[in-house]
């Protein structure tokens, strides 16, 4: 009997271009939701597009976050419930969006992605990303029902967020590398669809990387693209294993022994250089990695990332244990062959 079936839950509306924040209502009205609306943000987006979204609906709650934890979905399941809303809009980084899926998820309604930044390829995946305690949850929930990518608003936030975001996007590289070796070594489940529109995904913003520059509207429109599609690629799969590697671990230990020092994008960037280095050794393709991060003006060193040497080896060395999925670190990298390869391509 033929037993094998899947089921990919993608974004049903991608609104794309400049001056679509002001599209929003229209986007949401064409998906036919019942109810009002709950914007979940934080800080910063709320004060740059808050009342820009408030002002197109009638009776819309807003709650604030500044932190991706459970707690922080559990408030927002809290407020949703209270208001009795129908749906969530996110509006900002990679946080509130994390948060309002899952939460949407535990209240049984759908939500709308307003990301306010090009930093992170969550804008569109199926996936939460929240860390608890010592390790990492990569908690499946359902995408977005609507994308709504103003590239006039994310062309005016931090340039450096949307170096983050061309990061999170060349880190898929080394993504794929790891999530091919753990099909071949430990028969991990293997999308051949996902791996191939991730890989072609990075290979194509690199290829722009020239046209990816402060003040051009093009640039967040250029890795907009890039992330809707490498969040598509994560959805074919079911799995953020076509965007999350060791270069991934890597970063999300950062998070844990130097929080709030250097953006995900940016962190994720610089693992890909290391594990890259451990996948091909020191004539490998690192060096394009790292070339790729510096064209779009991305960090590529500890320095550059704020994180002293002695942290970024920690992180490397206990990466593997932030969670069970099987990469090139294996079972752990030693301190010395860490040392090694973070000097040899010149990360410390
Ligand atoms: N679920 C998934 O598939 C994925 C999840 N992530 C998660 O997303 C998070 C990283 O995303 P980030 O966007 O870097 O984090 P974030 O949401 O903390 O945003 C970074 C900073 O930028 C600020 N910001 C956002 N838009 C702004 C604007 N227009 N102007 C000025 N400041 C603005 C925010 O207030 C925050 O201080 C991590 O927690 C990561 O694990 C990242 C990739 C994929
Ligand atoms: O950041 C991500 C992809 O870019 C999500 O990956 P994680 O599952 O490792 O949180
Ligand atoms: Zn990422």
């Known amino acids: 009997m033929f037993d094998k079936s ?71 399941v809290e407020v949703g419930r209270e208001h009795d809303a129908g749906y969530l809009i996110a509006l900002g980084g990679g946080k509130p969006i994390d948060v309002a899926k899952m939460a949407s998820d535990e209240l049984n309604c759908g939500f709308v992605s307003v990301p306010t930044a090009a930093s992170h390829d969550g804008i569109v995946s199926g996936r939460s990303s929240i860390p608890e305690g010592d390790t990492r949850h990569s908690v499946a929930a359902d995408p977005p029902l609507a994308v709504v990518a103003d590239t006039e608003l994310l062309a005016e936030s931090p340039w450096e967020l949307t170096t983050a975001g061309c990061a999170d996007i060349i880190s898929n590289y080394t993504a794929v590398k ?23 995904t ?83 393709e690192w060096q394009d990695i790292r070339d790729a991060l510096s064209t779009v003006g991305a960090p590529t060193t500890a320095d550059d990332l704020g994180i002293d040497d002695e942290t970024v080896i920690d992180a490397l ?14 079972d752990g990298v030693s301190e010395d062959a860490a040392i090694e390869a973070a000097t040899i391509t010149g990360v410390i």
């Open 6 to 76: 899947t089921w990919i839950k993608l974004p049903r509306n991608v609104l794309q271009g400049h001056g679509v924040l002001d599209d929003l209502a229209d986007a949401v009205a064409d998906l036919y939701l019942s109810g009002d609306p709950l914007l979940v943000t934080s800080p910063s987006p709320e004060r740059i597009a808050g009342d820009r979204v408030r002002a197109q609906f009638d009776d819309v709650a807003t709650v604030s976050l500044d932190r991706a934890s459970f707690e922080s979905v559990e408030r927002v």
């Open 202 to 284: 990075a290979e194509m913003l690199v290829q722009s990387a020239d046209s990816i520059k402060p003040g051009l509207e093009e640039s967040a429109w250029i890795v907009t693209k890039a992330l809707v599609s490498s969040g598509v690629a994560m959805s074919i799969a079911g799995s953020s294993r076509p965007a999350s590697g060791a270069e991934h671990l890597f970063s999300h230990q950062l998070d844990r022994i130097a929080p709030n020092r250097a953006l995900h994008g940016h962190q994720v960037g610089v693992g890909s250089i290391l594990t890259e280095y451990f996948h091909s050794g020191p004539r490998g």
């Open 317 to 330: 060395t206990t990466a593997h244990e932030i969670r069970d999925r099987y990469t090139i670190l294996g």
């Open 178 to 200: 790891d999530w091919e070796l753990a099909h071949r070594l430990k028969n991990v489940e293997y999308s051949e669809y996902a791996g191939a529109l991730s890989q072609m």
